[in-house]
């Protein structure tokens, strides 16, 4: 059993730290006081109100130390975040004690190894109970967020001693880029520089699409009775989708490193161009550098792109071809829609500017901010 002991305070103690307060600072140094005098003057009072104050540091710590043992934490985040974009993250707490309650509980995430302060804090969890605690979460930078564990602190009872404990709880959420207003002068680019292209498929709209022989589960309405009747078969009307707009955002990932910071603009123009352009019922491409997803439409799919973006990583230029082939390359081709190019780095001559390049098929927009 020996043996097995250090291990055992190791594995209690690994994850747990003390310190003092200020009002135990204050509360030691009267305590030494007092121990003082009554070393010196042999009287029994100081004797019993230094043993007093020796009992309430050793209470202030066994206390503590219950509040903080036998904790449950159950955090729930959501799907991703945005840049500097506040969302709700709840954290369900469980007091898994059989009979103390725990008291005066402060929750702190720790990401990277640092403690944030969220301003959670929980009054008194009693036995077997359960408490859900809500705070804001706001990521700094795009990418991956992880999230190491929680710390739980307490004070309790006296204040005089700050005890902390750490619960690992590894998850990971995905940041995508802020995304910010767009200017008006890019909103007129839109509409003036590239063409809308229409495409005829099937979906919801009025226009006829085709005629098809009923299969189980067709809407009824939508049986096409004269064709029924000629055929004498069940025949069902599909109908065409609304014209659609189609666009394809290019993002070049080729830049020099004193243009990073461009290169992050760019990456939050482009993202905002799409949350921008999915609103606006377009179906939308996302190329990135050498990589591009599929045509999507809809609120659902444009987080896919979002989630591209957050992701991609600034290339230094190696060599002269493959700053050629990516900036003038076949990249930039569409079958149809508008090709929107965002540009944080135009080639080895150009003058670093104070914001990035948008082309719309081919033509600059220039004298705007785009609001990055």
Known sequence: MLPQSPSFFRRLFRHRSTSVTAEGIQFLIFTLAIGIAAVNTGNNLFYLLLAMMLSLVLISGIMAEYCLRQLEFHRHLPDHLIVNEPATVTLVVKNRKMRLPSFSLEVLDVSDGRTLDRGAEIRHLVSGASQLVSYSLVAPRRGRLRLDGVCVRTEFPFGLFRKQTFYPIEETIIVCPEIKPIDEGLLRGFFTAGPEQSVHRRGQGNDMYNLRQYQAGDDSRKIHWPTTARTSQLMVRETEAEDQRRAVIYLPTLA?????????????????????????????????????????????????????????????????????????????????????????????????????????????????????
């Open 256 to 372: 020099p490193v004193s243009h990073d910071a461009l290169f992050e603009q760019a990456v939050r123009l482009a993202a905002s161009i799409i949350e921008h352009l999915a609103h606006s019922g377009y179906t939308l491409q996302l190329r990135v550098g050498s990589s591009r997803s599929p045509f999507v439409q809809g609120n659902l799919h444009r987080w896919d792109l979002l989630r591209m973006l957050a992701f991609c990583e600034r290339c230094s230029p190696s060599t002269e071809s493959a700053v050629t082939e990516e900036l003038l390359g076949d990249t930039w081709e569409i079958e149809g829609g508008t090709m929107i190019v965002v540009q944080s780095w135009r080639g080895p001559s150009d003058i670093k500017p104070e914001h990035p390049t948008i082309l719309i098929d081919g033509t600059i927009i220039a004298g705007t901010s785009y609001a990055v």
